[in-house]
């Protein structure tokens, strides 16, 4: 059972445009979300985060929506480049008794393209 | 600058054999954790730790062993290799919880189990 779900494995944009990623969860105890990037053959590392009582949070040209009535959120990257190239990881804070605990759930990732 | 290492960074093993995956960090962090990411999934937790002598399983520990006996190394063991083992194991740590303090992650152990 999928607790964290990220629907397209790949997105391909061009340079300069505007990348959108997406990922829709099923728990609502869930409290934290965050972002992670990953190249070939390196470890994930973090991008951005949000808590569950926000609705948007901003890190230069990354920025991350959360809808909780929907119970998804997207990464929005303006604008791209060719070195944002990677698989992106969504990932959620909790489990299946709550939401503050030290565990994170991770998505399957999206393998973003960026065309020159 | 060495952050999170994890040896090593490749290993072929056989059915039954066992060995035991080396992670350490130099950057003090209390938390210490253990995943799994198979061909297009998700990283899966396998252990974490928040202190030294302080352990607990997460999503899929079945087949692992953990010990945390200082703040810098946290070893994962695995007994009796089998073929459902074969993954790329990641390391992480972080100074606190993983939404105050993101994780930083090692650049992996590719398992394969004959």
């Known amino acids: 059972d999928q607790q964290v779900k990220q629907n397209s494995p790949s997105l391909s944009v061009q340079e300069g445009r505007i990348s959108i990623l997406n990922c829709d969860y099923t728990?609502?105890?869930?409290?934290?979300f965050l972002w992670y990037k990953k190249y070939p053959a390196e470890g994930p590392t973090f991008l951005i985060s949000?808590?569950?009582?926000?609705d948007k949070n901003e890190d230069g040209r990354f920025t991350v929506f959360l809808n909780k009535s929907a119970k998804h959120l997207s990464l929005h990257i303006v604008p791209s480049q060719p070195g944002d190239s990677a698989v992106y990881f969504c990932?959620?804070?909790?489990?299946?008794?709550?939401?503050?605990?030290?565990?994170?759930?991770f998505g399957t990732g999206t393998l973003l393209a960026v065309q020159p | 600058n060495a952050g999170v290492t994890q040896t090593p960074k490749f290993r072929i093993l056989k059915i039954g054999q066992s060995m035991t995956l080396q992670c350490t960090q130099d950057?003090?962090?209390?938390?210490m954790y253990w995943y799994r990411q198979d061909p297009g999934m998700g990283l899966k937790l396998i252990y974490y730790?928040?202190?030294?002598?302080?352990?607990d399983k997460g999503e899929v520990p079945n087949g692992y062993n953990v010990s945390r006996s200082t703040t810098e190394d946290f070893p994962l063991r695995l007994e009796l290799a089998a073929p459902s083992q074969t993954s790329v194991y990641f390391c992480?740590?972080?100074?606190?919880?993983?939404?105050?303090?993101?994780?930083?992650f090692g650049d992996g152990t590719r398992l394969s189990i004959l």
């Open positions: 992480a740590s972080s100074y606190s919880t993983p939404v105050n303090q993101p994780q930083h």
């Open positions: 728990n609502s105890m869930f409290d934290y």
């Open positions: 949000i808590s569950s009582i926000k």
């Open positions: 990932a959620a804070r909790g489990d299946i008794y709550g939401g503050a605990t030290n565990k994170l759930i």
């Open positions: 950057m003090n962090h209390n938390y």
């Open positions: 730790s928040v202190g030294a002598g302080i352990t």
